[in-house]
């Protein structure tokens, strides 16, 4: 029996969420990810050509994770199994893949499709090894979490990621324009009318989140006053005053950039007043503590590395106590950041390093400071001429670690601001030992 036959699109279900009824039938519905699904792009061609290996979908909320996994089971000709890493366990693994075994002999694949993959702990993923290997299985996984770091090296090499993004708010008011004049699955025979900047307010708010837009539009949709989904109805249905965007949402840009300025300018009352803009707004507050790590990483740096520490303690708090109470953590820390020590040479260091390892051949690690753990390795020379630190006065060896062709090269020049005035010296101090030792670093 074909996938065609086992699993047939279902019948529009009007007592369904309007999400779930409007998930994409077809590619061409699928809305995003045009890098890895535009046409003639390799996981596009997969799918259409019933070529699929397996894959690990990485991506935040509502991008399409799910709804991409379900298309390739109605595109494709192979048996589908749906896993929930929350409900299932090695028991149901082990007799699925007793299943997809005997399908493969006699020709029949089975596509198994792992929802929040990274749930499923290193025993239970690793039961899927030997039949991905093997070919008896497709896996698609699905993940919110780096794949990294949360799923088995083992399982990750046998797996293409494929890193979904957040919906633009372009792609979600299309989609949610499609669902005011779908008849059948969405609320077209209702007749609703709402102008493009109600529609791009509710995609802003969604924060790329597809499952969320469609959330909103159906309870503005059931506020709706005279056929007329408005501004106020969604304010009202939202329960909180919209930002003032234009029509390309240019504004959550310019505030949050008048934002980062602010901080960046040690200009605590504006830094206050753009973030109040913010938050009154109904701003993603997590959106707004990832972007404020950012301007402790890039524009403070080592000037004041507990700016850092303050950052991801703001981020958590924020986290764990939601809003309002968070609110107060996040102009904790903006005025911390901008009442501190600025410096972007961190920063600026890694992007001289990134454009040196871009225009320059990729040499050997030195020998020396290769490790030598067997004894063929040893008489190749590895580690031959290593100094270990440790050994040496001061704990500094006249040793060089950069390859030869880069020797002498300095990447980071610390600013004479804050603790980096004290690490230029700390640098200044090694490179004179160093120079005492008998190796000039310049």
């Not at 005011?180 to 109600?198: I, M, T």
């Amino acid at each position: 029996m074909s996938l065609f036959d086992s699993l047939p699109l279902p019948a529009p279900d009007p007592n369904r969420p309007l999400a779930e009824r409007m998930r994409p039938r077809t590619l061409d519905e699928y809305a995003g990810q045009e890098h890895v699904l535009g046409a003639g792009k390799p996981l596009r061609l997969q799918i259409e050509r019933d070529q699929l290996s397996s894959i690990i979908l990485w991506g935040p909320p509502g991008v399409g994770k799910t709804t991409l996994a379900f298309l390739v089971a109605h595109l494709t000709r192979c048996e589908f199994v749906p896993f929930s890493a929350v409900l299932s366990g090695i028991k149901e693994i082990k007799a699925v893949m007793v299943d997809a075994e005997k399908s493969r002999r006699v020709g029949r694949r089975t596509l198994i499709f792992i929802d929040e993959i990274h749930r499923f702990n290193k025993a239970q993923q690793d039961a899927f090894l030997p039949y991905v290997e093997r070919g008896d299985i497709v896996l698609i996984g699905a993940t919110t979490e780096n794949p990294s770091f949360e799923v088995v090296s083992a399982l990750l090499s046998r797996a293409k990621v494929y890193a979904l993004r957040s919906l633009s708010v372009t792609e979600i008011v299309v989609l949610l324009r499609r669902a005011l004049q779908d008849p059948v699955r969405g609320l077209g025979a209702r007749q609703l009318q709402a102008a493009d900047d109600v529609l791009e307010t509710i995609a802003i708010y969604a924060n790329g989140d597809a499952r969320a837009a469609y959330n909103m539009l159906e309870l503005a949709a059931a506020a709706a006053v005279a056929g007329e989904i408005t501004m106020t109805v969604v304010e009202d249905a939202l329960q909180r005053k919209t930002l003032v965007y234009d029509k390309s949402g240019e504004e959550h840009f310019n505030l949050i950039s008048a934002l980062h300025k602010s901080v960046r300018s040690s200009d605590v009352d504006a830094a206050l007043y753009w973030l109040g803009r913010m938050l009154a707004g109904g701003e993603d507050r997590l959106y707004i503590a990832r972007r404020l790590v950012r301007m402790a990483i890039e524009d403070i740096g080592l000037a004041d590395p507990r700016a850092l520490e303050q950052a991801i303690a703001a981020q958590q708090a924020v986290h764990f106590m939601g809003e309002p109470e968070g609110d107060q953590a996040l102009a904790q820390l903006t005025i911390y950041l901008a009442i501190s020590p600025k410096s972007d040479a961190a920063y600026r260091a890694l992007n001289q390093v990134l454009a040196t390892i871009q225009s320059t051949t990729a040499p050997p690690v030195p020998m020396h400071l290769r490790n030598a753990p067997t004894r063929a390795m040893k008489e190749w020379g590895y580690g031959q001429g290593y100094q270990h630190a440790h050994q040496f006065a001061g704990a500094v060896t006249n040793m060089s670690c950069l390859p030869e062709s880069l020797a002498g090269a300095r990447f980071y020049e610390p600013s004479d601001r804050g603790l980096e005035k004290r690490i230029g010296e700390a640098m200044e101090r090694i490179a004179e030992q160093k120079r005492a030792a008998g190796e000039d670093p310049t």
